[in-house]
């Protein structure tokens, strides 16, 4: 049950990742 706050947390971190390296691409 302790894992699933640090699931989601783990899930969301890599998409904000993600994002920032397609607006840097996008923006390059």
């Keep these: 049950?302790?894992?699933q706050p640090d699931n989601w947390v783990g899930?969301?971190?890599p998409r904000l990742e993600d994002?920032?390296?397609l607006?840097?691409?996008a923006r390059f």
């Design 1 to 3: 049950m302790a894992g």
């Design 23 to 25: 607006t840097g691409n």
């Design 11 to 13: 899930q969301a971190v």
């Design 19 to 21: 994002a920032a390296l």
